[in-house]
Antibody, heavy 121, light 110 residues
């Protein structure tokens, strides 16, 4: 079964760090672009970061640039999001999503269940 | 404030047809294809429409999408109670070099 399972969320103090993981099964991460999308409580979806299939290109939203780093462990088929210098506004459910190219455009066709990150003292 | 503009709410009765709009600019919906996602309460989003009007396998043909210029629309016909959810449009933005989403539309089936 093709699926993504996130882990690593939790409660962290402002200024702290957290590393999220997204374990993929049923497909190889090295064949797809992968993204992180977050959703603050009661709010809408916001794109955070992406990595291309061969790890040569990583892109970040301005709100997290310089603080978050997307990476991949090919041996474990797992995507990571290292989050440093966390702020209250980073509080959200974080989803990893597979970006599938349909020939004329991309779409996030597979989503994880999400992992909650709470930044609070 | 979201880059793409959607109405915050929409409603309809069972069997009706509802249309949700999504407005952007030349750098996103104008040049790039639009995708739509359905998020049922307490669950992860699900891809509903890609490339403006295409449905992934398994999505009922009651759902249809269209795009004209910098605006896109999601139409849901034969409204059912299980369609009650939040709906989001999204597109890549060439200027921001990232994905942008609409603020979401909460659909209520009366």
């Amino acid at each position: 079964e093709v699926q993504l399972v996130e882990s690593g969320g939790g409660l962290v103090q402002p200024g702290g760090s957290l590393r999220l993981s997204c374990a993929a099964s049923g497909f190889s991460l090295s064949s797809y672009w992968m993204d992180w999308v977050r959703q603050a409580p009661g709010k809408g979806l916001v794109w955070v970061s992406r990595m291309n299939s061969d790890e040569t290109t990583t892109t970040y939203a301005d709100s997290v640039k310089g603080r978050f780093t997307i990476s991949r462990d090919n041996a474990k088929n797992t995507l990571h999001l290292q989050m440093n210098s966390l702020r209250g506004e980073d509080t959200a459910v974080y989803y990893c999503a597979r970006s599938y190219f349909y020939g004329s455009g991309y779409g996030f066709d597979i989503w994880g269940q999400g992992t909650m990150v709470t930044v609070s003292s | 404030q979201s880059v793409l503009t959607q109405p915050p709410s929409a409603s309809g009765t069972p069997g009706q047809r509802v249309i949700i709009s999504c407005s952007g600019s030349i750098s996103n919906t104008g040049r790039k294809t639009v995708t739509w996602y359905q998020q049922l309460p307490g669950t992860a989003p699900k891809l509903l429409i890609y490339s403006n009007s295409q449905r992934p396998s398994g999505v009922p043909d009651r759902f249809s999408g269209s795009k004209s210029g910098t605006s896109a629309s999601l139409a849901i016909s034969g409204l059912q109670s299980e369609d009650e959810a939040d709906y989001y449009c999204a597109a890549w933005d060439d200027s921001l070099n990232g994905w942008v989403f609409g603020g979401g539309t909460k659909l209520t089936v009366l």
